[in-house]
């Protein structure tokens, strides 16, 4: 999370030594907000040895209103990788933020 911080400098990301899990995957939320004041976070969930966050979509697999579905646990997970997935993520989310200017006040 060190280089996302440094190669995002036009996000506040919370400054936080201890990250707990959250809801039935375990995922940990990492907050921030732009300079805008726009609120951008990122969900990490670890798989085998592969570090993933949530991609933004969602696959619909199941039936409505099962478990399965609640909790996160039908986001759509892609491989931080060598970092320029999540990177990748982050300049779209923050475009998106751009040109939707009433989203995350």
């Known amino acids: 999370m060190a280089?996302?911080?440094?190669?995002?400098p036009e996000i506040?990301?919370?400054?936080n030594d201890e990250f707990y899990p959250i809801?039935?995957?375990g995922a940990i939320t990492v907050f921030g907000?732009?300079?805008?004041?726009?609120?951008?976070?990122?969900?990490?969930?670890?798989?085998g040895h592969d570090?993933?966050?949530?991609?933004?979509?969602?696959?619909?697999s199941f039936s409505l209103k099962?478990?399965?579905?609640?909790?996160?646990t039908n986001n759509i997970m892609e491989s931080v990788g060598d970092?320029?997935?999540?990177l990748h993520y982050i300049r779209q989310r923050m475009l998106f933020l751009e040109q939707h200017p009433g989203m995350g006040k």
């Open 51 to 60: 570090l993933q966050f949530d991609s933004g979509q969602i696959h619909n």
């Open 23 to 25: 809801d039935l995957r």
């Open 33 to 47: 907000r732009t300079k805008r004041g726009r609120p951008v976070c990122i969900t990490f969930t670890e798989s």
């Open 3 to 8: 280089e996302i911080v440094r190669l995002t």
């Open 66 to 72: 099962v478990l399965k579905d609640i909790g996160g």
């Open 12 to 15: 506040d990301w919370e400054n």
């Open 83 to 86: 970092g320029e997935p999540l």
